[in-house]
Nanobody
Framework: QVQLVESGGGLVQPGGSLRLSCAAS????????MGWYRQYPGKNKELVAT???????KYEDSVKGRFTISRDNAKNTVYLQMNKLKPEDTAVYYC????????????????WGQGTRVTVSS
């Protein structure tokens, strides 16, 4: 079994910062791309940022310059540093990983965390 567990969400004032973490655990052979998505009520998940195993990153336009995605491959962990937060960043944030498991090392599967809520409000 492979699990992704997020942490770090919470309530923050506009202009503040939060750091989200997502740790992958279980029968992991290797991890390809990892990413963060967010979901507004009644909407589908939307991409926030992704990072490849080599460290190449991509960001959704509205978070460029404010959010930074990074990863620690030794710890199978991906982070999202969120600065200059705005009320419109309020959402549930989900971690995603393309993971090769020990029992199927030739085929990656898409795994999701349980989500962590971020609320930006004064």
């Amino acid at each position: 079994q492979v699990q992704l567990v997020e942490s770090g969400g919470g309530l923050v004032q506009p202009g503040g910062s939060l750091r989200l973490s997502c740790a992958a655990s279980g029968s992991i052979d290797s991890i390809d791309a990892m990413g963060w998505y967010r979901q507004y009520p009644g909407k589908n998940k939307e991409l926030v940022a992704t990072i490849t195993s080599g460290g190449s990153t991509k960001y959704e336009d509205s978070v460029k310059g404010r959010f930074t995605i990074s990863r620690d491959n030794a710890k199978n962990t991906v982070y999202l540093q969120m600065n200059k937060l705005k009320p419109e960043d309020t959402a549930v944030y989900y971690c995603n990983g393309q993971i090769y498991s020990d029992y199927d090392p030739l085929n990656s599967n898409n795994y999701w965390g349980q989500g962590t809520r971020v609320t930006v409000s004064s």
